[in-house]
């Protein structure tokens, strides 16, 4: 071998961990682990524990609807509007927990990433999970709030699984994505915080879609954003199946194809960026 190959060589960067690693049943044990730590991490010390984390979309429930409900009327026509508002927070508390806490997730964990040979994917997982742990309880919640309030069981509470499955495939792609950009590009938290600002009330979620009725394509817009649809299905298949679904107001289950092929894009671009950018994230640190 030549001098100059030599060198070429002796120079080459060393790559650290791919996203997976090559080893996906690691990379599950790690997350679940880590994301169970992080749920219990989150509570130690806490008199009150898990109320804590109840009580944030409670008391954004309780402000929301005294002003939109009662003193604006919101939500006047609709049935079950206090499960639906409940819910809608529910949502949305989680989609930020889990794409905000994966902002800087790697950064956060600065030592962990620099130190120990790990699947990368496993931190932004990790986030995802421990926000869906949260998720899980709170859906609790709203459904003893939901029969406290009238709604009845119904068969298209059966629509649960795959809403949770299209919600934390969305959470999960924007979260991958975020975390992987933020290693270089620092401006992306106050602009994720106010993308989520702004998501919330192009939400459905303080106010029912039909309040948009005179605004045909605002109400089809608004679905067409995947938290959108995946919000008004929830209200559709676990408050009240006589309201609208998402593909009716839409117009068509083929106009359902935008919002779907936008939570799978979103998927797909968050775990291709993160898998590029895992195996030189510990040097761009």
Same mark, same amino acid.
Not at 12 to 36: E, K, N, V, Y
Not at 107 to 124: G, H, M, S, T
Not at 222 to 246: K, N, T, Y
Not at 264 to 285: K, M
């Given at each position: 071998?030549?001098?100059?190959?030599?060198?070429?060589?002796? /120079?080459?960067?060393?790559? /650290?961990?791919?996203?997976?690693?090559?080893?996906?049943?690691?990379?599950?044990?790690?997350?679940? @682990?880590?994301? !169970?730590q992080e749920f219990k991490l989150r509570f130690f010390g806490s008199? =009150?524990? #898990?109320? %804590?984390?109840?009580?944030?979309?409670?008391? *954004? !429930?309780?402000?929301? #609807? @005294?002003?939109? $409900? +009662?003193?604006?009327?919101?939500?006047? /026509?609709?049935? #079950? !509007?206090?499960?639906?508002?409940? =819910?809608?927070?529910?949502?949305?508390?989680?989609?930020?927990?889990?794409?905000?806490?994966?902002? @800087?997730?790697?950064?956060?964990?600065?030592?962990?990433?620099?130190? &120990?040979?790990?699947?990368? =994917?496993?931190?932004?997982?990790?986030?995802?999970?421990?926000?869906?742990?949260?998720?899980?309880?709170?859906?609790?919640?709203?459904?003893? !709030?939901?029969?406290?309030? /009238?709604?009845?069981?119904? %068969?298209?509470?059966?629509?649960?699984? +795959? &809403?949770?499955?299209?919600?934390?495939? +969305?959470?999960?792609?924007?979260?991958?994505?975020? $975390?992987?950009? #933020?290693?270089?590009?620092?401006?992306?938290?106050?602009?994720?915080?106010?993308?989520?600002? +702004?998501t919330f009330y192009a939400t459905p979620i303080i106010y029912p879609?039909?309040? *948009?009725?005179?605004?045909?394509?605002?109400?089809?817009?608004?679905?067409?954003?995947? =938290?959108?649809?995946?919000?008004?299905?929830?209200?559709?298949?676990?408050?009240?199946?006589?309201?609208? $679904?998402?593909? $009716?107001?839409?117009?068509?289950?083929d106009r359902m194809v935008v919002p779907l092929a936008l939570i799978?894009?979103?998927?797909?671009?968050? *775990? %291709?960026?993160?898998?590029?950018?895992?195996?030189? &994230?510990?040097?761009?640190?």
């Open positions: 071998m030549s001098a100059h190959a030599e060198r070429v060589d002796f /120079g080459r960067q060393i790559q /650290g961990p791919s996203a997976l690693a090559g080893d996906p049943r690691r990379f599950l044990d790690l997350t679940l @682990t880590l994301a !169970f008199v =009150l524990g #898990y109320l %804590w984390q109840l009580m944030r979309p409670l008391m *954004l !429930f309780g402000v929301l #609807y @005294t002003v939109f $409900s +009662l003193a604006l009327r919101a939500g006047a /026509g609709i049935r #079950y !509007f206090p499960a639906v508002l409940l =819910l809608g927070i529910v949502i949305f508390t989680f989609f930020a927990e889990a794409t905000g806490g994966a902002v @800087t997730a790697v950064v956060d964990r600065e030592n962990l990433v620099r130190k &120990i040979q790990f699947p990368r =994917l496993v931190v932004p997982a990790a986030v995802v999970l421990t926000a869906g742990f949260n998720f899980a309880l709170n859906l609790v919640v709203v459904a003893i !709030f939901a029969l406290a309030t /009238g709604v009845r069981p119904h %068969w298209t509470w059966l629509e649960l699984p +795959l &809403i949770i499955c299209l919600l934390a495939m +969305l959470a999960l792609g924007i979260a991958t994505l975020l $975390s992987a950009l #933020y290693v270089r590009f620092r401006d992306l938290k106050p602009i994720w915080e106010v993308v989520l600002q +702004l879609i039909e309040a *948009l009725h005179r605004h045909e394509f605002l109400q089809r817009l608004e679905l067409f954003f995947p =938290l959108g649809m995946i919000v008004q299905q929830a209200r559709h298949a676990l408050i009240d199946p006589g309201a609208a $679904s998402a593909a $009716s107001q839409i117009g068509g289950w799978a894009g979103i998927f797909v671009l968050g *775990l %291709w960026v993160f898998n590029r950018e895992a195996p030189r &994230i510990a040097e761009d640190l």
